[in-house]
């Protein structure tokens, strides 16, 4: 499976902005979908994931702010952010795991089997 991330750009604080991850060379209708996110000097943490039936996981840093979303037909997720704060600055990576993952395990960036390239979100006035 490989991963395209894109979406990616510079705005400034409260605005919005949809990134967006193709995948190809495999149908991810089944998969878990998940972003995470890595600002310059920190690890990478985990935003949001959605299951193949439409569940969905926010870091609490995401929640009321993000939404993720999926488009099977399309081999698409997608992330809309909004009210975008400086802290959210980070490179933006996407990345998919085979099945239906259990919640315990949904943030863990080890339970992911494919990554894309990532997209760089700078949210600065």
């Known amino acids: 499976v490989q991963l395209q991330a894109s979406g990616g750009g510079l705005v400034q604080p409260g605005a919005s902005l949809r990134l967006s991850c193709a995948a190809s060379g495999r149908t991810v209708r089944s998969n878990t979908m998940a972003w995470f996110r890595q600002a310059p000097g920190k690890e990478r943490e985990f935003v949001s994931a959605i299951r193949s039936d439409g569940s969905t996981s926010y870091a609490d840093s995401a929640k009321g702010r993000f939404t993720i979303s999926r488009d099977n037909a399309k081999n698409m997720v997608s992330l809309q952010m909004n009210s975008l704060k400086p802290e959210d600055t980070a490179v933006y990576y996407c990345?998919?795991?085979?099945?239906?993952?259990?919640?315990?395990?949904?943030?863990?960036?080890?339970?992911?089997?494919?990554w894309g390239q990532g997209t760089l979100v700078t949210v600065s006035s």
């Open positions: 990345a998919t795991a085979y099945g239906r993952i259990i919640t315990s395990r949904l943030s863990g960036a080890g339970t992911y089997d494919y």
